[in-house]
């Protein structure tokens, strides 16, 4: 079955600095979507990747997905204390998404 | 619409008794999902309805799970003869039944299951 795949699993960053967490498939996926889930919270969707290549950025978060649509990365810019959480991707081939473990931020003040 | 509701949020039983709990999705939302994420794991899929049709349980569900969706709206997922594993969050999603947010997933905050 479709496996996907998240590092790091822990990320401690300091605030200002960037960092890059990254997503591989063990097959080619139909699209990908990134979910960032709080401490005590539930996962909330931010974004979702369709094609080969794609390039999409959101304020200090910019996410790609890769030319073989099996791997995907979130790099975030000047990391905030608002930034702290886990960040999941999720691949989709028809209606079911599979769960990467998450990569866990944390922001060193 | 105040997105998707679960209830009870915390659920403590002794293991062997039976749980339930219930799901209300975003109301146009005609897909729903039932996922369980325990501690330092991302959300594990459990099953899917489409309107009150299940069309896909996860293999690593058990037999002592059942989840129904009677009449296309709320959901209910039932536990029987609760095992210490079961311990987790149950979280419950839906989503839009086509165009680009047909797998965009609307999560609810959860039910937490304790068994003892």
């Known amino acids: 079955g479709q496996q996907v795949m998240q590092i790091p699993q822990y990320q401690h960053v300091q605030e200002g600095e960037d960092f890059t967490t990254y997503c591989n498939s063990s097959?080619?996926?139909?699209?990908i979507q990134w979910y960032k889930q709080r401490p005590g919270g539930h996962p909330v969707f931010l974004i979702q990747l369709v094609k080969s290549g794609e390039v999409k950025k959101q304020k200090r978060l910019t996410f790609q997905f890769g030319e073989a649509k099996k791997n995907s990365s979130l790099h975030i810019t000047a990391t905030q204390t608002t930034d702290v959480g886990t960040y999941f991707c999720a691949g989709t081939n028809d209606y079911k998404l599979s769960f990467g473990a998450g990569t866990t931020v944390t922001v060193r003040a | 619409d105040t997105g998707v509701s679960q209830d009870p949020r915390h659920k403590i039983t002794k293991r062997g008794q039976n749980v339930t709990f219930r799901c209300d999705p975003i109301s146009e939302h005609n897909r729903l999902y039932w996922y369980r994420q325990t501690l330092g794991q991302g959300p594990e899929f459990l099953t899917y309805?489409?309107?009150?049709?299940?069309?896909?349980k996860s293999r690593l569900l058990s037999d002592r799970f059942s989840a129904e969706r009677p009449k296309g709206s709320f959901s209910t997922l039932e536990i029987q003869r609760t095992e210490q594993g079961d311990s987790a969050m149950y979280l419950c999603?839906?989503?839009?039944?086509?165009?680009?947010?047909?797998?965009?997933?609307?999560f609810g905050a959860g039910s937490r299951l304790t068994v003892l």
């Open positions: 999603a839906s989503s839009l039944p086509g165009g680009p947010g047909a797998n965009v997933l609307t």
């Open positions: 309805f489409q309107n009150e049709a299940q069309l896909e």
């Open positions: 097959t080619t996926l139909s699209n």
